[in-house]
């Protein structure tokens, strides 16, 4: 199945919470983390002996902690299958928005998912204290839309994306949008078989096409963290940059694929809250964005 057809029946399950009274300055990738840590928590209350010590699920249907957390496979012997799911914090206002994002099948344990997310924020997240959930939101959407054309497009970044590099850094802004794009094509099409397809897509003529690409980096905000794993019972050291970019040139062939990362996020750490964007058309900015 080519790109555009996938976008088109790419379905997905989401729940948001709405908070009040929220008051710590976690960023939105260090409390993303945190929310994942407590989520991970708080599946095992509901998950099977099996699926607890990071074993297969013995049940049927898998329980969430075992579709969500536990590798399913590589698509490569450096290349595992993504996690289906990722997490968005987003203020507005007062208020905190914390959404979670299944991709695909991993939808079929949304049910499971939305108890264990408010059970996580009421009780596993020292940062949610004071706080109160004053709304939570279950839906699902089996379409991603994307700009058939643009002359340009802006991608910005909300929180920090992280690009791995197979020889060293890229030496010039060609050379780091292909990366982007590269990056962001092995985890849709990685994701893609949580929607029971397959790819088809020529990315020896998208790196041509990349190369003609202008690129202007109009903002970029870097950040360092830490984050503590349970499961490794070690400190992680992280790090990213939170860039505004300006794309310009012939974009049609990407724009299926960047809409569909702005709803699964791009990037090392995606499914920790990583790599999200907004993208947004110049010029209808108001008309035309996708963000997750």
């Known amino acids: 199945m080519n790109v555009e057809a996938a976008a088109h029946e790419w379905f997905m399950g989401h729940v948001r919470l709405t908070i009040e009274g929220f008051t710590a300055r976690s960023t939105p990738a260090r409390l993303a983390g945190r929310i994942r840590g407590a989520l991970g928590a708080a599946l095992q209350d509901t998950a099977s002996p099996a699926a607890i010590a990071g074993a297969p699920c013995t049940w049927t249907p898998p329980c969430a902690l075992d579709l969500l957390f536990r590798t399913q496979g590589r698509i490569t012997p450096a290349l595992e299958v993504p996690k289906p799911w990722v997490i968005a914090t987003t203020v507005e206002g007062d208020l905190l928005h914390v959404d979670v994002h299944l991709v695909g ?5 949304l049910e499971e998912v939305s108890g264990a997310v408010v059970q996580a924020w009421r009780q596993r997240l020292p940062d949610a204290r004071g706080s109160r959930i004053v709304d939570r939101r279950v839906w699902t959407t089996d379409r991603v839309e994307f700009p058939e054309r643009a ?4 991608l910005a970044f909300h929180t920090p994306v992280e690009i791995r590099y197979r020889d060293g850094a890229p030496d010039s802004p060609a050379a780091a949008m292909w990366s982007l794009l590269a990056s962001l094509g092995n985890r849709v099409s990685g994701l893609a078989r949580w929607q029971d397809t397959e790819l088809d897509a020529d990315f020896s003529a998208l790196r041509e096409s990349a190369r003609a690409l202008s690129i202007t980096g109009l903002f970029t905000e870097a950040e360092d963290w830490t984050r503590r794993s349970f499961r ?10 939170k860039p505004v970019l300006r794309i310009a040139g012939d974009l049609a062939p990407f724009l299926p694929w960047l809409a569909l990362g702005a709803v699964t996020h791009v990037g090392s750490h995606a499914a920790l809250g990583m790599g999200r964007y907004s993208l947004m058309v110049e010029g209808k900015m108001d008309a035309k964005e996708a963000t997750s």
């Open 232 to 241: 490794q019972n070690r400190v992680i050291p992280m790090q990213g940059v």
């Open 151 to 154: 002359d340009a497009i802006v």
């Open 105 to 109: 099948f991993a939808s079929e344990c």
